[in-house]
């Protein structure tokens, strides 16, 4: 099977189109009512992919069959992470699904912990970074739940942010240089960020984006998020300092990429390019979008007729040790291997070098908020009057504070309020 590809270059005075051809190298079939779900690379093993049957296989890279495969739940794998998956070399993986979140260690094959919730929810997201993983849930009652561990310890998790989503958490992402920041989406339609040196809930909340129902959401630079969501809407948002009225950046707003990226959905942002698909009858298609400074480059779109024929594809991987191989996985129950015959995509692995730590906030002077048990404290350095208007600034400050993630949360009703899922399991 030959793929066509043209590429269109830019200079100040000319462009030129050049020819490139994507063969199919491989097909990995796992059944066609066994959707290929999540595919996730360690490098000295091999890659990782969950299906709808409960099932995790390892692929070997030379070979592309599989080497193991663990049934971790009886029910579809609605997210698989690697844990502390930034080194993308580990041995034990976490999946998520309706019963729980099993940590599993491929060496062994062993089931190492179930972590379930208070609620009993199915655990739909996963992230993990800096000895951390969080795991969101559905909603379950009025809320759903956030919950953060420390991978060292899978007794009871670190913290659990359980107030600030009012339905399904379907995104997580830590910030790959500060392990201080997280931030989460939901189909309430909104998008969290979360300062974890904030002990309390309330104060850990640093922003709320409005959007609507996230299908995904991550990080394109250190400071700057991207959103995208089940109705193919796509926005670029800048996060917020840590000033007392803090002025937000008008967001790039994409709006529906439908009909401008020629596409019917878009599979995810990675580092490089964002994936889109269509599912039609006759017209199935794969196509990948360069990111040139976060700015979609159309014209150098690489698009592969019926990659998974018209069914819906559901992730994509270039793997670095071999960046001239395609890999994508969907809903037809298939895993696929492509090869270039130009040599390598030469996308990034990272949107940024996240070796390089990072205070997001450093330079921005934070609300402090006065304690109660500081109260003392002052009363001994001021006269009662003034220690009545330190408390009632701090109140103001509490209040606009208050209002101001209020506002935000109310303004996306209208947007989420109608679940137009592109698809499922979760």
Known sequence: MIINLLISQSSRTSRTTYSMSYSKLESIEFGPNNWCLKLQPIYNSGLLTSLSNGRVELIDWATHKSILQIQTHATS?????????????????????????????????????TLKNGKSAP????????????????????DAELHVYDIRSWQQPLRSLV?????????????????????????????????LTQQEEDDALHQVINFASIHSCGWLSPKRIYTLS??????????????????????????????????NYVIDVYPGFIATGKSE????????????????????AITIPSAHDDEVVRDVLVPFQHEDLLYSCGEDG???????????????????????????????????EMMDSEVPDIELRQEPSDVDAVSKDQDEKRKRKHERRSKDKS????????????YQPY
């Open 230 to 263: 089940h109705m193919e809407t796509y926005g670029i948002h800048e996060l917020n300092d840590k000033r007392d009225e803090p002025t937000e950046p008008k967001p790039v707003d994409f709006g529906d990429v439908r009909k401008p990226w020629d596409c």
């Open 411 to 422: 303004k996306s009703k209208t947007k989420s309020s109608s679940k137009d899922h592109r």
């Open 281 to 300: 009858e006759g017209r199935g298609e794969l196509k990948l979008i360069p990111l040139d400074h976060e700015k979609p480059e159309l014209q150098s």
């Open 77 to 113: 794998v609605n997210d698989m992470v690697i844990i502390n998956n930034d080194r993308m070399n580990g041995s034990l993986i976490a999946t998520a699904a309706e019963d729980a979140v099993k940590i599993y260690d491929l060496k062994s094959n062993d089931c190492v912990a």
């Open 163 to 195: 107030d600030s989503h009012h339905d399904d958490i379907t995104s997580i992402k830590f910030h790959p240089s500060d392990p201080n920041v997280l931030l989460s989406g939901s189909t309430d339609g909104y998008v969290n960020i979360y300062d």
């Open 334 to 368: 298939s895993l696929k291997v492509w090869k270039s015959s130009a040599g390598p995509l030469n996308v990034p692995q990272e949107f940024w070098q996240y070796s390089e730590k990072i205070d997001v906030f450093s330079g921005t002077v934070a609300e402090v």
């Open 123 to 142: 655990f739909l997201s996963l992230d993990s970074r800096h000895g951390l993983l969080g795991c969101g849930t559905e909603l379950s009652g009025v």
